[in-house]
């Protein structure tokens, strides 16, 4: 028995390392069941691999054609899909063909636990797969003007009746409260600004930071400085900083960003959560929402692939 040599996963990866077993003119036969286990001094998993000795060279059985289903387009991984209300977001579910397999193939769309209310899914019902091939089809998400916000789970399933696969995607839906101005009809408006982000949503693993920005654009002559706070919308997470610079000016007819920072502790709480930065230059105030997702760090897998030698 060859032993596999060490590897290194990469982030959001795999990594694989060719285990060998070989057997001389007349090894003991039976059956046996043969440990393999993965260590970086901190986390150990394991895999077992079940070994038959057989008096004769045994016959691999076929394997019998299958499809795959994954998600493009969008974060990942985790896929999540970002919506806000009265908008609409897409992404493509990709179907590929695995030894020759060709089939036309069922597409369904469902929540897995709780509903979101005000948001419709559009999804074609059934694609035609060609044989060592695949085929593209459009996910659509829809929100109404008050959809209800939060972290779901959409379970997007292909099958033909006999073979059914699935692919997860989080859908983070958050919310937009500007504070307007007041505006008096009888008198000219004054000048004004926009708030909006470059990035609407943001993940990050505990013990690293994320960046993004906030953009202020002139509206009109505005050309004034502006100032920032930022609060969490619902509940707080513990072990996340925010920094953002507290002052931008924008030139008239222009505009403005101002670089923001989550720097997070490695035992940060982790979940969604929504930040609201509110830019404000005198009486003048308006706010955007941030969604940041604080994934825990992945588990790694060791998964056994044979190679079957006979001397």
């Given at each position: 028995?060859t032993?596999?040599s060490?590897v290194?996963?990469p982030?959001?990866g795999?990594?694989s390392?060719?285990l060998?077993l070989?057997?001389?003119d ?8 043969l440990?393999i286990?993965a260590t ?10 079940v ?7 045994s ?11 994954s ?5 990942s991984p985790?896929?999540v899909m970002?919506?806000?209300p ?5 992404a ?6 695995i030894?020759?397999?060709?089939s036309?193939?069922s597409?369904t769309?469902?929540?897995?636990g709780?509903?979101?209310?005000g948001?419709?899914?559009?999804l074609?019902?059934s ?8 085929v593209?089809?459009?996910?659509t ?8 916000t ?12 006999a073979?059914g696969r699935?692919?997860?995607i ?5 919310s937009?409260?500007p504070?307007l101005a007041?505006v ?12 909006n982000?470059s ?7 505990p013990g690293?930071?994320g960046?993004?920005s ?6 009109g002559?505005f050309?004034?400085?502006?100032t920032?706070?930022?609060?969490w919308?619902?509940?707080?997470p513990?072990?996340i900083?925010?920094?953002?610079p507290?002052?931008?000016?924008p030139p008239a007819?222009g505009q403005?960003?101002s670089?923001m920072?989550?720097?997070t502790t490695?035992?940060a709480?982790t ?11 005198g009486?003048?105030s308006?706010?955007?929402?941030i ?5 825990s760090p ?10 079957s030698?006979r001397?």
């Open positions: 028995m032993l596999p060490p290194t996963v982030a959001d795999s990594a390392s060719v060998t070989t057997a001389d007349s090894p003991s036969t039976g059956t046996y069941t440990i286990t970086n001094g901190v986390i150990s998993h394991s895999s077992d691999i070994v038959t000795i057989a008096g004769a060279p016959v691999l059985a076929p394997v019998a054609p299958d499809f795959s289903i998600s493009t387009n969008i974060q985790p896929a970002s919506l806000a009265a908008t609409s977001e897409s493509t579910v990709v179907l590929s063909s030894d020759d397999y060709s036309t193939v597409l769309a469902g929540w897995s709780t509903t979101p209310t948001v419709t899914v559009s074609p019902g694609v035609k797969l060609p044989a060592d091939g695949s593209h089809s459009t996910l998400l829809t929100a109404d003007t008050s959809p209800s939060g972290s779901y789970t959409l379970i997007v399933t292909a099958s033909n009746g073979v699935s692919t997860e989080r859908v983070i839906i958050g937009t409260v504070v007041p008096t009809p009888t008198v000219a408006p004054l000048p004004d600004f926009s708030l982000p990035t609407g949503t943001l993940s990050i693993i690293l930071s960046e993004t906030v953009v202020v654009n002139s509206l002559s050309s004034s400085p502006v920032f706070s930022v609060s919308f619902g509940n707080a513990t072990g900083a925010v920094n953002l507290q002052m931008v000016t007819g403005a960003a670089p920072e989550f720097t490695a035992t709480s979940g969604t959560y929504i930040a609201q930065v509110t830019a404000t230059s009486s003048v308006h706010s955007t929402d969604t940041l997702v604080v994934n992945g588990p790694f897998l060791v998964v056994p692939i044979f190679n030698t001397d």
